[in-house]
């Protein structure tokens, strides 16, 4: 499912940019196909990449690397497009912040149908989500 809002964020239409935002919400991990479109494919295989695992780096430690690596120039990255165009980050036009309110809204709407007491479920499958991502970054550039 998440490998889907891996391919749906390489599409360059509006829809499907949207469901690429759908299908990586429950993750919480919206902000992927930004910072995997445009600073993971414009820097594969470079120090300056986080989505690039490096020779002799375990799962583990590029887990703990990529993923708040990720977030952070997924950010910068928004925050550069939006500020080129007079915008506020901090702006509904935000890219990172559109697939957070999905999130929060999907995740709310589960916490009031069933409690508190889903909270690690849905910490779990967001974790989940992430670390196949991750995982596929792993192994897929691993030691390039």
């Known amino acids: 499912r998440f490998h889907t809002g891996h391919e749906l964020g390489h599409k360059k239409g509006k829809g499907e940019r949207w469901l690429a935002k759908f299908v990586l919400a429950p993750c919480a991990y919206g902000h992927f196909f930004i910072e995997h479109n445009k600073g993971h494919h ?59 309110i999905i999130t929060a809204i999907a995740w709310g709407v589960v916490l009031a149908l069933f409690g508190i007491g889903i909270l690690p479920y849905i910490l779990g499958t967001a974790f989940w989500g992430a670390f196949q991502l991750t995982s596929a970054n792993y192994i897929e550039h691993y030691g390039i």
């Open 42 to 100: 414009r820097d594969v295989a470079t120090p300056e990449d986080p989505a690039s695992s490096r020779m002799g780096e375990s799962i583990w430690k590029f887990v703990l690397r990529e993923i708040p690596g990720a977030a952070r120039r997924a950010w910068k990255l928004e925050q550069e497009r939006l500020e080129s165009r007079g915008k506020s980050v901090w702006s509904l036009d935000n890219e990172i912040i559109q697939p957070a």
